[in-house]
């Protein structure tokens, strides 16, 4: 599902239009994007959480080559699935290797 098609979802299931429904959900991302900038960290209940993580700087390997390089120290987003996200998608699967 690309943005468009998850835009046409929300707008659907809110009884929006599509306009208005591609705002929120843009705003909502700029929200959690700039939160997650700053070091804040972004909880929704049952969702799931982004935070800011720090990766170590470390060694790695060209996989052509094989040759050694050292890979920077970086900073990336992270998301953690809450519980109930988590069950959902675990019961949606235990259903299909029963089928």
């Known amino acids: 599902m690309n943005k468009g098609e998850l835009v046409d979802a929300v707008a659907?299931?809110?009884?929006?239009?599509?306009?208005?429904a591609?705002?929120?959900?843009?705003a909502a991302l700029e929200a959690i994007m700039e939160s997650v900038t700053d070091d804040d960290k972004?909880?929704?209940?049952?969702?799931?959480?982004?935070?800011r993580r720090d990766r170590a700087a470390r060694e790695g390997r060209n996989p052509k080559t094989?040759?050694?390089?050292?890979?920077?120290?970086?900073?990336v987003p992270g998301f953690s699935a809450g519980?109930?996200?988590?069950?959902?998608v675990a019961g949606d699967f235990e259903?299909?290797?029963a089928a």
């Open 22 to 26: 591609d705002a929120v959900l843009t």
């Open 66 to 75: 094989n040759e050694k390089m050292d890979i920077p120290a970086t900073r």
């Open 95 to 97: 259903k299909s290797v």
């Open 42 to 51: 972004v909880m929704l209940a049952g969702f799931g959480s982004w935070e």
């Open 12 to 20: 659907e299931k809110a009884g929006v239009t599509k306009k208005q």
């Open 83 to 88: 519980k109930a996200f988590k069950e959902k």
